[in-house]
């Protein structure tokens, strides 16, 4: 319960207020420079091999094999050079067509469950959380063959829709995050708009879905970084189909593809990070507060 | 209840249904050609005892529990403990410890193939400025899961949030008064931040068991990386688990036997026995950590 609010509140920000516990000047600034030391060490062990992968994508191939670290000239064309050597426009397209339809999707039917599951009583609503949390806890190895045998009936399978369609039913652990952020929102709206004569449906969508934006921010993040990223799924249902892979199946086909050409690995892995990355800068409260709520126990 | 009725839908079909499908078929033959063939316990006791690779799969994964969960989790909160102490600087700070955590897995493991290849890779030539000749890494089947374990520490952000959120909500006057009694940091952290911790860190530890379990992507990519060979399509077969079979996880070897070598049968009697180690790990975490965080962590 604690977490849920300082998500909601925006506990990142406190940080910053937190005012200081620690007496003894001089102690107090020794041990500040110390900490201060640590973390900017660390800094460069995880900034490191991101700010390595950048230069190597702007390395020509040949240099890629030496020690140096540094480019010795900056090749720009090696970006462009991606999209020539291997069909990376058509994985993007694939990856993009992934993760928007599932995000949709999942939004579409998990906002309504959790809605229920956090905004109304009814008979059975613990049974079916636990079986949500049930669902998000398994791994989906445990269901996959007769899920894969089932799309293979259909003559899905080769496509990314066996990825896409489920999430028409429903995404548990999307549900579940819905739910937790649901539950912080006082009742007292839903029955103010109650008693205002609103029907159900209109207090979820005129009342509850404005006040839930940046759950439903942070929820469609998390659902567009798993299918941006996810390897197994598109792997297991694609992977002989080149033309309808993903760029997390084609970027790990790429070094087989180029042999020892590392600058235009390191450049292809610079495009799918990309998205991602300027997604969350775009998107940092909305999903730091999302990452926040996953914290918590149903 | 209509807004469920999807959810219901999808319950039955892709959940309760595979689930007893799942079992059916592993007491079955099932190439997904034709259809099953009832062969009674052949697949378990095929697993037991005469799989060359299924003992090494469980061994290699059960390693991922053991040393790299814990891992990120102890960095993950040495970290955040460390961020709630920065005057300065705190949000890039807490942005930059986060960032790996986006990138993703593919990308990842093959940015690190990189800096750990053993000749041109920066890791080794770091090393060599310092006049020590760098070892293997992912070539080398002693150093290939250590390598992996320094990739799930790196991207170890998204538990660091969950835990900076919790650290800034624990009531600051228990610090001030223990601080009066005269308690040290670490009694601080063990009466004080550990119990004010424990249901975030009982929510971490047993999706970071799930995550462990299923460890699939990074070995994956890595060991074809270091062997050499391309990862999609039919090529995995030839660098499983690369070097000697170091990185060849459980749910790799699953993928291997049931959509490669199409022993489909057989990829359910493994699907079965991990179904049965997730709920024994998650329930064996709930029983021990009522007993010594404090009941209510059973909530």
């Known amino acids: ?133 049930t669902m998000m806890l398994l791994p989906p190895q445990v269901t996959v063959v007769p899920v894969y045998r089932m799309w293979a009936e259909l003559g899905l399978t080769g496509t990314l829709w066996p990825l896409i369609l489920p999430n028409l039913v429903g995404d548990a652990f999307s549900i579940f995050l819905l ?55 598109p792997l297991l249902y694609t992977s002989d189909e080149p033309s309808n892979w993903t760029v997390a199946v084609g970027l790990a086909s790429f070094r087989g593809l180029h042999h020892v050409q590392w600058n235009l690995v390191m450049a292809a892995t610079v495009l799918v990070m990309l998205p991602v990355v300027v997604l969350f800068f775009f998107a940092q409260k909305a999903f730091v507060e999302g990452v926040t709520l996953t914290g918590v126990k149903g | 209840m209509l807004l469920m009725a999807p959810w219901a839908i999808g319950f039955v079909v892709f959940f309760v249904y595979p689930l007893i499908a799942t079992v059916w078929y592993s007491f079955t033959r099932f190439d997904l050609l034709s259809p099953p063939k009832f062969v009674g316990l052949r697949n378990y006791r095929y697993f037991l005892f005469d799989d060359p690779n299924s003992w090494k799969a469980l061994r290699n994964t059960f390693w991922f529990v053991v040393f790299m969960m814990p891992a990120r989790l102890v960095s993950a909160l040495l970290i955040a403990q460390l961020l709630t102490r920065i005057r300065r600087g705190g949000s ?46 992912l070539s080398d089947p002693a150093l290939a899961k250590p390598v992996l374990l320094t990739l799930g520490v790196w991207g170890m952000g998204d538990i660091m949030i969950i835990f900076l959120a919790a650290l800034l909500d624990v009531p600051i006057e228990q610090y001030e008064a223990a601080d009066l009694d005269g308690a040290g940091p670490v009694q601080q952290f063990r009466y004080i931040t550990l119990p004010n911790l424990s249901p975030v860190l009982l929510f971490a530890a047993i999706t970071g068991v799930i995550d462990a379990l299923q460890y ?44 490669q070598n199409f022993y489909l049968g057989y990829a359910c009697a493994m699907a079965v026995i991990l179904l049965v180690i997730s709920l024994v790990f998650v329930s064996f975490m709930l029983r021990r950590s009522a007993s010594f965080l404090g009941t209510e962590d059973l909530r």
């Not at chain 1, 609103?198 to 969508?205: K, N, P, V, Y």
């Not at chain 1, 299918?227 to 197994?232: A, K, S, V």
């Not at chain 2, 062997?227 to 790799?252: E, I, K, N, Q």
């Open chain 1, 179 to 233: 739910r937790q952020f649901l539950l912080t929102i006082p009742q007292e709206y839903s029955d103010a708009a109650r008693v205002d004569g609103a029907s159900e449906l209109q207090i979820m969508l005129r009342v509850i879905v404005p006040m839930a934006k940046p759950a439903i921010a942070a929820t469609s993040m998390f659902m567009f970084f798993f299918t941006w990223n996810d390897y197994f799924g």
């Open chain 1, 1 to 133: 319960m604690t977490a849920v609010e300082v998500g909601v509140r925006g506990g990142t920000e406190r940080l910053d207020e937190r005012p200081s516990r620690r007496r003894g000047r001089r102690n107090d600034r020794l041990l500040g420079i110390a900490e201060h030391s640590v973390a900017i060490l660390l800094t460069a062990v995880f900034l490191g091999p991101i700010v390595l992968i950048v230069l190597t994508a702007f390395m020509s191939s040949g240099q890629t094999l030496t020690s140096d670290l540094w480019p010795h000239e900056w090749h720009l064309s090696n970006f462009r050079q991606v999209f020539v050597e291997a069909p990376f426009l058509t994985w993007l397209k694939n990856s993009l067509v992934y993760s928007v339809l599932a995000t949709g999707f999942m939004l579409l039917s998990s906002f309504p469950a959790a809605y229920a599951l956090a905004r109304l009583k009814w008979r059975g609503r613990n049974l079916v959380l636990l079986a949500v949390i």
């Open chain 2, 92 to 137: 890039f700070f807490r942005t930059v410890f986060f960032l790996p955590a986006l990138a993703p897995p593919v990308a990842a493991t093959i940015a690190f193939a990189f800096l750990f290849n053993p000749a041109t890779g920066a890791v080794n030539t770091l090393l060599g400025w310092i006049g020590v000749e760098g070892p293997l890494w």
């Open chain 2, 216 to 259: 699939f992507t990074q070995a994956a990519v890595a060991s074809a990386l270091a062997s050499g060979v391309a990862t999609t399509g039919g090529g995995t077969a030839s660098s499983l688990g690369y070097p000697d079979g170091a990185t060849l996880t459980y749910p790799l070897w699953l993928y291997q036997m049931g959509y």
